[in-house]
């Protein structure tokens, strides 16, 4: 594990966006994973800048690892769709080089992975909760669960209400890469930042190995690096910060 | 995580030697840590058939990943010395490409390993209590430890009387990697064999992580082989097999 | 690049293919393509019995890299069909983990690897004459094809005729993977064995990269393992030996 | 083999910049040869402000892979004094992380390498005349060279006067990793720009592996980068882009 951190959200954004080009312009094909929400919507538009103008052709695959899906509407569910908008429409991604998980597809997910050589590289963000992708704390008994399929009550539980303005669009379940199939990962990058994130990061880099903090199992990976900014790292005493950084 | 089942024993240790010869004959430069005991026995008489009379120069380093000193004699302790008889010295490995850890340079095993390009491959056995290398169900809270010294008072409470014929040369302490420097190794291997090893193989490919069964981490690890025969694997269920198989 | 100087063919035999069996028995999928002729004949047989009875599911593909049509018969090419006699069929290995390189679909082989993760090992054999695949010298101006059809002239003009009983049988053409599409796989394993090859395997270890040497350019490939047995390597002075070991 | 043609040689400093510094914040430890001379210098500029400010702790070991010392001075040779202004003393890399490769410690280099887990990245440049490191036309007749000292008259009718005010400073030798050195390393990242290398970046992609052109050899590695802006990708076909974009 490598603990890196940044004085700024700012800065850690550019320091993602370079690690995560690396994986896009290396010589072999690459499956890559990432992840929506707040947190890389900086490292996104910066991606988009430096990958403009560049004459290469894609021979990166890239996945969302969870998706929650509109009950009723037919459009994309919530996480391809903000994939779309922050990353894959303005950077020009071709379509057959977008994966999108969903309901129809995920019990062969961790099989086709394997089937193109593995995944190399998985972004990845933490709830102030300890979740990551869909693995929240009272849906990760046993940390040993596959790509699923969960019932989305967990998820009103644990982080609120889903992002949907319409109620009646609350789906009654979503999918999600589970604990082993995130372990599972050559490469494992897990950004955060902000004063409501440094709680969640002093457990997971101090305290033990707990279902209810889901996350605490990822420092076990043996090639994951931990990007944060100063706030985010806050909590951490020096003793950890150099043992780790 | 793939699962070997073999008929038995001898066919155990058959493909356990391939893989570690593997592993040996590489073209790169190989940090190998190694298990003491009686599960490898017949492994290490037919690795070291496998490498006599091959022309080679070793660019493997070898390693122990615990260590139990005699408190009053000078000679090297067990597991070493189980590694010398068992393997070292029949197969004529060069000192030069033994690295003995121990009381006096256990603070700096982890650092040392990486400054040598990482841990590529681990040898590990199991304990019909959980144990691997060192890490007692009552000395691996958080699993977050890095080669480290322990009281030994944990060791005679879980794994039974050291084997020492004279109570004299118990030690106080012991040295083991931590469950993390095992995590952070690029490939595992696990091996067990016979009954006595079967409720503890069903409760890590089957039970939640949990620190009284250390090893129920190791599947997490995305590059590790569990290998056992058939009667350890004997109280598997088909589901389970057929998933990790 | 390694260098394995066994006492006999037999024991060439043995450790390549435990060599190979550590890649079958891989925790992740792996892409291997394999050598018929009769160099590997033993080593085949090794590891069909090594192979037998293990209850494991193959997450190997298996590929030949180069195949040679029969001109009017239906029946499958010559290579594939040393593979199937040799190993799969006595190794039960599924069709699904086969997939079988021919005219219909040589021009997209490269980039079906890829997409699958890449090659990760290929066993190759050499000729006295220095090819390897179907890179015959008089074939290899630049060393830059990737997997390509070649007029089968060239094959009569340098290794002889085919070994076709019926003169009718024979094709206009081969194919074979080319020099970039060997040099682009993870790892390469080399084996020759007799005094008919000590003259080639001199010229590959201690000469020119020269076209006219197809193999004299697989030394510079970073993971490259040669396996030979002492007549293969009998030409070769100590300097070399000792450089390579 | 990836080609990635920027417009401008800015550009291709920033990607540049990107990439090595992907290596930098690995979690695993990286052993990393750079380039001097005037290709990279913007690169390093962008580099040195990226890492400006990051709380890590450098596990990258630095190496110049070719030294060419003054005769008289005893100062430091022309390469490493090189990578100190442009890169180290900037950048604040501590002196342990710096390994100087001289005439002194040569012909241990490959082997030091290995000991340490092997070459991870090497940054390169390339001349006009297809040299590269220290490997020039006149001195690489079989590309199976390691790191090794040439005599410096070869230098001298190749790429002009060495970089010297004071023709007494003139060594009669250099140091350079070789070719076989630089094939062993695991990564590779070519650069040039501008229209006085259009020519050589066309033979490298297009013409013979031949050892008047010593940078002929690397599109042969399995995982080497061409990254040139638009002037040195201007005698580039189409069918050669696209075949390597």
Do not use: W
């Not at 590289?121 to 008994?141: K, R």
């Not at 279902?211 to 043996?222: F, K």
């Not at 806050?234 to 150099?242: A, K």
């Amino acid at each position: 594990m490598k603990l890196i951190i940044t004085k700024t959200y700012e800065e850690m954004s550019e320091i993602a966006s370079n690690i995560l080009l690396g994986y896009i312009l290396s010589p072999e094909n690459q499956n890559i994973a990432i992840t929506g929400g707040r947190t890389p919507a900086l490292m996104y538009e910066k991606l988009v800048t430096k990958m403009s103008g560049l004459n290469i052709s894609y021979n990166t695959t890239f996945y969302n690892f969870d998706e929650i899906a509109y009950k009723r509407s037919k459009r994309e569910g919530i996480t391809i769709s903000d994939l779309r908008s922050y990353f894959f429409t303005p950077a020009n991604i071709p379509e057959e080089n977008i994966h999108r998980l969903d309901e129809t597809n995920y019990k062969a997910h961790d099989h086709l992975i394997q089937s193109r050589g593995g995944m190399d590289f998985i972004l990845l963000g933490v709830g102030a909760d300890g979740h990551f992708c869909g693995n929240l704390p009272n849906t990760t008994q046993f940390f040993d669960q596959t790509t699923q399929v969960v019932m989305s009550d967990a998820m009103r539980q644990n982080v609120g209400e889903f992002h949907f303005s319409d109620p009646q669009e609350y789906p009654d379940t979503y999918v999600t890469m589970g604990p082993r199939s995130v372990m599972n990962t050559k490469n494992i990058l897990l950004i955060a930042n902000g004063k409501e994130k440094a709680d969640i990061i002093k457990r997971i880099l101090g305290g033990p190995v707990d279902p209810l903090v889901p996350a605490s199992i990822l420092p076990l990976h043996p090639k994951i690096t931990i990007l944060i900014d100063s706030e985010a790292a806050s909590e951490l005493d020096e003793i950890t910060i150099n043992q780790y950084k």
